[in-house]
């Protein structure tokens, strides 16, 4: 069993629509969460990174991270044509030397068309 | 360079043949890392370099991977003895300090045939 589980689907949405990606994940020592947007013949983005339990919204990104039940969300509102990418979710443990050791899922292909 | 730079974008060997990918961070970034991204998977960690040492090589598969950083900024990765299944998309990333923000490359896509 990977340490980061994600759907990888694809999956398809019209333009406007909610999108609700998820991920688990089994290590309890993550502590840090984040998104990744990555576009075709790119390297990954950041897009979002949260700490602990709770929400985290950025314009029309909202994370989520569950630490009770080891679930992580993103929820991009008002879909776009040009948020068609693959978006990866991935943790690593606590700050230092360990925090770009990133474990990443294995990424949900999404297009949002017109 | 306003990113990191990765050489070349794609790389084509035969199997059993040595290639290098090279990397070049961000100015003034202190942590490198390199990752390993096959078809339809997330990326792996490879190594992690603090400076010119590694501070984490626990990700390279086995001793055919080396890699080396050795004036603290551009890196190279090396693999003896190609394998096809070492064919994969290898990315470089870089950040100003170890808690800080990663930055990726477009990568290097290998091929071995």
């Known amino acids: 069993q990977k340490e980061v589980e994600q759907d990888p689907g694809p999956l398809s949405v019209p333009e406007g629509a909610i999108v609700s990606l998820n991920c688990t994940y089994s290590?309890?020592?993550?502590?840090?969460f984040m998104w990744y947007r990555q576009y075709s013949r790119k390297g990954p983005e950041l897009l979002m990174y949260?700490?602990?339990?709770g929400n985290k919204e950025d314009g029309r990104f909202t994370a989520q991270v569950d630490k009770s039940s080891k679930y992580i969300s993103l929820f991009i509102r008002d879909s776009q044509p040009s948020d068609s990418a693959t978006y990866l979710c991935?943790?690593?443990?606590?700050?230092?030397?360990?925090?770009?050791?990133?474990?990443f899922g294995q990424g949900t292909i999404l297009t949002v068309h017109p | 360079g306003a990113g990191v730079s990765q050489t070349p974008s794609n790389k084509v060997t035969e199997k059993g043949k040595y290639v290098e990918l090279r990397c070049d961070p961000i100015?003034?970034?202190?942590?490198l890392y390199w990752y390993r991204q096959s078809l339809g998977q997330g990326p792996e960690f490879l190594i992690y370099?603090?400076?010119?040492?590694?501070?984490?090589d626990s990700g390279l598969p086995n001793d055919r991977f080396f890699a080396v950083r050795p004036e603290g900024s551009v890196s190279t990765l090396k693999i003896q003895r190609t394998e096809r299944g070492d064919s994969a998309v290898y990315l470089c990333a870089s950040s100003s300090g170890p808690d800080e923000k990663l930055f990726f490359g477009s990568g290097t896509q290998l091929s071995v045939l």
């Open positions: 370099f603090q400076g010119t040492g590694a501070a984490d």
């Open positions: 290590n309890s020592a993550f502590q840090y």
């Open positions: 991935a943790s690593t443990l606590a700050g230092g030397t360990s925090y770009g050791k990133l474990t």
């Open positions: 100015s003034g970034h202190t942590a």
């Open positions: 949260t700490y602990s339990s």
